[in-house]
T-cell receptor
Framework: AQSVAQPEDQVNVAEGNPLTVKCTYSVSGNPYLFWYVQYPNRGLQFLLKYITGDNLVKGSYGFEAEFNKSQTSFHLKKPSALVSDSALYFCAVRDPGGTGRRALTFGSGTRLQVQP | GAGVSQSPSNKVTEKGKDVELRCDPISGHTALYWYRQSLGQGLEFLIYFQGNSAPDKSGLPSDRFSAERTGGSVSTLTIQRTQQEDSAVYLC???????????FGPGTRLTVL
């Protein structure tokens, strides 16, 4: 079975500082990994994904994430946080294997609070 | 272009009543997913449709829940004899399948009194 852990319920960072939102995963094969963001009273918006290739992937709004196979991690990063980045962030995994679930398994979410 | 749309945006119902939630996916997307987001519970997979294949119903919490997808497009999630624990935001997503990302609709907030 596939699973995702987001160990931090909330991350606080000052505007202009770098931010990291942590994610670790468990799948039987090579994973497809995703980050989504949810603003209040809105649906989930796709940020970025890792499928294969370069371990550092870049996405929307200046976000990036690094796939680390040995640590089974896919942490979300941004060099300089903005107040408008404050939102709920979800990491998700999909096992592309033949017996794996085709739908995404989501982490519990991390609330990012960027202080002015 | 148009994104995923869901209706109604809000639904308040009484315990024991049946409800139907609708999802219009992005045109051309072969895969359609239903998830449930409960307060403090995160996102929970319910059901997945891919083309003409049999749906993956492994996430449905009970036999009161069912879903269909007509003509490979619009999907309806039906909850029979609603219970208070069914109260949640029901999210629909669609994708091109495979490694492609899912695009989510705004959700239907269901409140069972």
């Amino acid at each position: 079975a596939q699973s995702v852990a987001q160990p931090e319920d909330q991350v606080n960072v000052a505007e202009g500082n770098p931010l990291t939102v942590k994610c670790t995963y468990s799948v039987s094969g090579n994973p497809y990994l995703f980050w989504y963001v949810q603003y209040p009273n809105r649906g989930l918006q796709f940020l970025l994904k890792y499928i294969t290739g370069d371990n550092l992937v870049k996405g929307s709004y200046g976000f990036e994430a690094e796939f680390n196979k040995s640590q089974t991690s896919f942490h979300l990063k941004k060099p300089s946080a903005l107040v408008s980045d404050s939102a709920l962030y979800f990491c998700a995994v999909r096992d592309p294997g033949g017996t794996g679930r085709r739908a995404l398994t989501f982490g519990s979410g991390t609330r990012l609070q960027v202080q002015p | 272009g148009a994104g995923v749309s869901q209706s109604p945006s809000n639904k308040v119902t009484e315990k024991g009543k049946d409800v139907e939630l609708r999802c219009d996916p992005i045109s051309g997307h072969t895969a359609l997913y239903w998830y449930r987001q409960s307060l403090g519970q995160g996102l929970e997979f319910l059901i997945y449709f891919q083309g003409n294949s049999a749906p993956d119903k492994s996430g449905l919490p009970s036999d009161r829940f069912s879903a269909e997808r007509t003509g490979g497009s619009v999907s309806t999630l039906t909850i029979q004899r609603t219970q208070q624990e069914d109260s949640a935001v029901y999210l629909c997503a669609s994708s091109l399948g495979g490694p492609h990302e899912q695009f989510f609709g705004p959700g239907t907030r269901l409140t069972v009194l």
